[in-house]
């Protein structure tokens, strides 16, 4: 019999890894989508399946992490040997717009998983993952954090995250459930959301190379972050279910970089090179060479004047509405124990990662280009 997952949060950039990570593993997988008013299943749209085949390896169900009865029915009728509960409103500064609902579906979540496990008697067959975070170290009190730090959160999406991560640790010792957390440093990848920082200036960069965008806005760019790729990542929760011991895991590569050397090294990826003056809401980022060969290999040889023209204009520019109320200002993680106990290495480096998010982004700009071209406008349907 194939082993049985379920993934909350399956239309996500983790969700849609993991689903064709576990399949490619033979599992049969079951994902909760939310309704939504558009199709919002593009990032496993390649794995999906014809409901009228039979012994489907993806079946999606509708569901809600605020919607108890809806959980624990699916609970029910999957009867997963693992359930990976990745769904949440993971937007940091948008929990600071809805703390309310980021309380209830992040915090309150994880709580009605945990609880539907123990009402339908499957404590002893099923594993759970809970997505923990590295936001919830937040206020620096020590360096490189690992899983003895202690926490500090600074916005309503950590402070509901430590919710879940203490109510995974208390159902693990209250009711010996195999539940574990898995304590994650970001983790970036092409299907990473639009308005996360990586993508953000990947898209902008890929768009400014193409000459489709002048500028691109940011908010707090000396704040620190220790990246990776979201393709390591789920392997590591795989791992962490595989263990006879259920345990709380920091998952990171060690490294931290600034956003400002985060969008250096992205112009160089596309073999452009600016630097930063300023300060505050002043500092700006000003184009200052290209190197045509890298530029006309990654980018493409058409659009490579018009990009010299642009030498000596600013590229980047700051706008107070991206800062945050409380920010995290320096992340860096330890994953010795990770390293130590599931035999986790990351295989990506940041450069990788910018490369892979970069080839992806700078194809799907020209496919956007290519139609404004040829005379294709995104549809109006007002028209
Ligand atoms: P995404 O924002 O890409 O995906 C979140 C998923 O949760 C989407 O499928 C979304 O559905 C779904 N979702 C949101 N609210 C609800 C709800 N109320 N009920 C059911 N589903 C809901 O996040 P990531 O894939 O990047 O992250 C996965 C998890 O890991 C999240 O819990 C996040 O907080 C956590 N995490 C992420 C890190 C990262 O760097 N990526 C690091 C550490 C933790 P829809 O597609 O309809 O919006
Ligand atoms: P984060 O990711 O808050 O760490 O949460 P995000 O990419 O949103 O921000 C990282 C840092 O970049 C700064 N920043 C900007 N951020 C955004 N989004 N847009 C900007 O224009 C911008 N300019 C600067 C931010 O201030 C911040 O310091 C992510 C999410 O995936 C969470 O769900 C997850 O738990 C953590 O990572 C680990």
């Known amino acids: ?20 990570y576990l399949i490619k593993k033979g599992y049969t997988v079951h994902g909760i989508k939310r309704r939504s008013s558009m199709f919002n299943t593009d990032r496993i749209d390649h794995l999906y399946q014809d409901p009228h085949i039979e012994n489907r390896n993806l079946i999606l169900h509708y569901g809600d992490l605020t919607d108890s009865l809806n959980l624990t029915r699916i609970i029910g009728e999957v009867q997963p040997d693992e359930i990976y509960n990745l769904a949440a409103m993971s937007h940091v500064k948008v929990s600071f717009d809805t703390p309310e609902y980021t309380a209830n579906a992040d915090g309150l979540g994880v709580l009605r998983i945990l609880e539907a496990v123990r009402l339908l008697n499957l404590i002893p067959k099923t594993r759970i993952y809970q997505a923990s ?12 954090q690992k899983e003895t730090t202690p926490f500090y959160p600074r916005s309503p999406y950590a402070v509901a995250k430590l919710y879940g991560y203490w109510i995974t640790v208390n159902y693990r010792e209250a009711y010996k459930m195999h539940a574990s957390n898995g304590i994650l440093f970001n ?13 953000k200036v990947t898209r902008a960069i890929s768009r400014i190379a193409l000459n489709m965008q002048e500028k691109v806005y940011m908010g707090n760019l000396s704040s620190k972050r220790d990246w990776g790729h979201a393709k390591d990542y789920v392997r590591a929760m795989y791992a962490i279910l595989q263990q006879d011991e259920p345990s709380d895991y920091v998952i990171a590569t060690g490294i931290t970089t600034t956003i400002r050397d985060f969008i250096k090294m992205t112009f160089e990826e596309v073999g452009m090179e600016v630097s930063f003056h300023g300060e505050g809401v002043n500092e700006v980022a000003v184009l200052r060479s290209i190197n045509e060969k890298i530029f006309k290999e990654k980018v493409g040889e058409v659009y490579f004047e018009n990009a010299n023209k642009r030498i000596g204009e600013e590229v980047v520019g700051v706008d107070p509405q991206y800062f945050r109320p409380t920010e995290v200002e320096l992340l860096i993680g330890d994953a010795t124990k ?46």
């Open 187 to 199: 983790h970036e990848s092409p299907l990473r959301g639009e308005t996360f920082v990586t993508r």
């Open 133 to 144: 975070t590295s936001e919830l170290y937040g206020l620096v009190q020590e360096v490189p």
């Open 338 to 383: 990770a390293r130590e106990r599931l035999g986790w290495e990351p295989q990506y480096s940041l450069k990788t990662l910018i490369e892979d998010m970069v080839l992806s982004d700078v194809k799907l700009m020209k496919k956007e280009s290519y139609l404004r071209e040829g005379g294709y406008k995104i549809l109006n349907y007002f028209e």
């Open 1 to 20: 019999m194939n082993k049985v997952a379920l993934i909350t949060g399956i239309t996500g950039q983790d969700g849609a890894y993991l689903a064709e």
